[in-house]
Structures are given as structure tokens and as C-alpha cells.
């Protein structure tokens, strides 16, 4: 039952990577603004700038775990196949 539950929290495709990156920019923004309110001046827009660099950099890995995935998944595959024939 915990692997079905488990099996809901893994990034399968890029269409749930664009998804998840959404919405970590939709939260990063709304983060980034409180920034600006709570600290007015340069050092607030760096803030801001912070979070939004930290969603590239989350939605860059997201990206490569996902190529990463899928050429293991295809080089298991062929590995199969050849040790079939």
C-alpha cells in the first residue's frame, strides 16, 4: 500500500516537471514579494532574485533526473533484450 502512495510523488513525465516547476515558481514569487515588502531596498530585490535563481536550479535538476531516468531505463531495456536472444 505504501509503494501505490509512493508510486503518486515520483516525476514521471516532463508535463508533471512543467507542473511541479509551476508551481515552485508560483511559491517563489509569492515568497519573493514578501521580501520586497519586509526589506525594502537592494537587499530585498536580491532576495527576490534568490528565489527565483533557486527554482532554475530546481527545475534544471528536476530536468536532468528525467534524462537520466529515462536513458537508464532504455539502456536496462536493451541490456534485457540482448540477454534474450
Not at 513525465?13 to 511541479?20: L, Q, R
Not at 530585498?44 to 531505463?73: C, N
Amino acid at each position: 500500500m505504501l509503494r501505490k502512495i509512493g508510486k503518486l510523488f515520483v516525476i514521471k513525465t516532463k508535463w508533471e516537471a512543467y507542473i511541479i516547476i509551476y508551481a515552485l515558481a508560483l511559491g517563489c514569487t509569492a515568497r519573493g514579494s514578501q521580501y520586497l515588502i519586509e526589506y525594502p531596498g537592494w537587499f530585498g530585490k536580491l532576495m527576490f532574485l534568490a528565489t527565483t535563481g533557486a527554482v532554475f536550479l530546481a527545475g534544471a535538476k528536476i530536468f536532468d533526473a528525467l534524462a537520466y531516468e529515462r536513458k537508464a531505463r532504455e539502456a536496462e531495456a536493451a541490456q534485457t533484450s540482448s540477454h534474450k536472444t
